[in-house]
């Protein structure tokens, strides 16, 4: 079987098929697919490019060698936007994360291409645009809603997460998926589920003996569990589970599966100080890439889970 991987732009996919490589994978990119188009026509890959903005049939050819690729390689990770589209019987990935990160990595030059930005802020819009148009061009041209998570084996975050972490846990859930199938699975960083209630509420004995299991049970990155979480402004707040989120996380674990997302109000949330955002930092030994109270809206991860979790 093999793994298709795409995701957000700015979400480190190519870092991670490069940790992939390293454990035995092979790694077929659209990039690649491209190069070898070009030249069977005798084209350099700009003239190609150039051609295929005006000619349907290159598109067609691109997506024809990929399903092809598809049928005949095995424990290959072919690295493209809609190869999960194409690739028959594939693990399918998608890495999401959250839109400020990705224009950090953008902007400081990590993934930023061709583009060039003044500021984070111009970096972040033009992300926002970039994928925009991307959608509107994959529903006209193919009828795909390429950021509804139900197309997705396995959703995983990369916001907090190197690239040997997440092709760790693309690993583990591979392995999971030949076994038993499953779709739509949910992984967030345990450092961007952030709390939804005051930090006095911290019981230390039982956060100390959650911390100790959970380090016992250490052949995963991935907490024990599974977490009910609500979306508000762009952040995603517990809804229980947060000793096990904060043990789980001080015994090094990077990754939380998330059962169900509700969508609306949170109330609780409202309150926090930010000691009770510094306690849980220091509580779970990590620091939040965003605070709610310092920053109460924020773009979230640009994928879309309502049709996913709807309660």
């Not at 480190?12 to 994978?25: D, I, P, R, T, Y």
């Not at 950090?104 to 994928?131: N, P, Q, T």
């Not at 061009?137 to 190197?162: I, M, P, Q």
């Given at each position: 079987?093999?793994?298709?991987?795409?995701?957000?732009?700015?979400?480190?996919?190519?870092?991670?098929?490069?940790?992939?490589?390293?454990?035995?994978?092979?790694?077929?990119?659209?990039?690649?697919?491209?190069?070898?188009?070009?030249?069977?026509k005798g084209m350099t890959v700009i003239e190609l490019n150039e051609a295929a903005k005006k000619d349907r049939s290159i598109d067609d050819m691109l997506d024809a060698r990929s399903t092809q690729l598809g049928k005949t390689m095995d424990h290959t990770v072919f690295d493209s936007r809609l190869a999960w589209h194409f690739v028959?019987?594939?693990?399918?990935?998608?890495?999401?994360?959250?839109?400020?990160?990705?224009?950090?990595?953008?902007?400081?030059?990590?993934?930023?291409?061709?583009?060039?930005?003044?500021?984070?802020?111009?970096?972040?819009?033009?992300?926002?645009?970039?994928?925009?148009?991307?959608?509107?061009?994959?529903?006209?041209?193919?009828?795909?809603?390429?950021?509804?998570?139900?197309?997705?084996?396995?959703?995983?975050?990369?916001?907090?997460?190197?690239?040997?972490?997440?092709?760790?846990?693309?690993?583990?859930?591979?392995?999971?998926?030949?076994?038993?199938?499953?779709?739509?699975?949910?992984?967030?960083?345990?450092?961007?589920?952030?709390?939804?209630?005051?930090?006095?509420?911290?019981?230390?004995?039982?956060?100390?003996?959650?911390?100790?299991?959970?380090?016992?049970?250490?052949?995963?990155?991935?907490?024990?569990?599974?977490?009910?979480?609500?979306?508000?402004?762009?952040?995603?707040?517990?809804?229980?589970?947060?000793?096990?989120?904060?043990?789980?996380?001080?015994?090094?674990?990077?990754?939380?599966?998330?059962?169900?997302?509700?969508?609306?109000?949170?109330?609780?949330?409202?309150?926090?100080?930010?000691?009770?955002?510094?306690?849980?930092?220091?509580?779970?030994?990590?620091?939040?890439?965003?605070?709610?109270?310092?920053?109460?809206?924020?773009?979230?991860?640009?994928?879309?889970?309502?049709?996913?979790?709807?309660?």
């Amino acid at each position: 079987m093999n793994i298709t991987i795409t995701g957000n732009l700015g979400s480190g996919k190519s870092s991670v098929c490069k940790e992939l490589a390293a454990a035995g994978f092979t790694i077929i990119s659209a990039g690649d697919i491209f190069r070898e188009i070009a030249k069977e026509k005798g084209m350099t890959v700009i003239e190609l490019n150039e051609a295929a903005k005006k000619d349907r049939s290159i598109d067609d050819m691109l997506d024809a060698r990929s399903t092809q690729l598809g049928k005949t390689m095995d424990h290959t990770v072919f690295d493209s936007r809609l190869a999960w589209h194409f690739v028959e019987k594939s693990f399918k990935v998608f890495l999401m994360v959250d839109m400020q990160e990705a224009a950090r990595r953008v902007f400081d030059g990590s993934s930023r291409g061709a583009e060039v930005y003044r500021d984070r802020s111009e970096a972040l819009d033009g992300l926002k645009a970039r994928a925009g148009l991307e959608k509107e061009r994959f529903l006209e041209l193919y009828g795909l809603d390429y950021y509804d998570a139900r197309n997705y084996d396995l959703v995983l975050e990369s916001t907090c997460a190197s690239p040997g972490q997440l092709a760790q846990e693309i690993q583990r859930n591979f392995e999971l998926y030949q076994k038993q199938p499953f779709s739509a699975k949910v992984e967030c960083n345990l450092s961007c589920l952030y709390p939804s209630a005051p930090s006095s509420a911290i019981d230390l004995d039982r956060l100390a003996q959650i911390c100790r299991e959970e380090t016992e049970e250490n052949q995963t990155l991935c907490a024990g569990g599974v977490f009910s979480v609500r979306e508000k402004d762009g952040y995603y707040y517990l809804e229980q589970g947060h000793h096990r989120a904060l043990g789980a996380a001080a015994a090094g674990k990077v990754f939380a599966q998330v059962g169900s997302i509700r969508f609306g109000e949170q109330q609780e949330a409202a309150g926090l100080s930010m000691q009770d955002m510094e306690a849980y930092e220091q509580a779970g030994k990590f620091r939040y890439t965003a605070n709610p109270v310092q920053l109460p809206r924020k773009d979230g991860y640009m994928v879309d889970f309502s049709r996913v979790f709807t309660g």
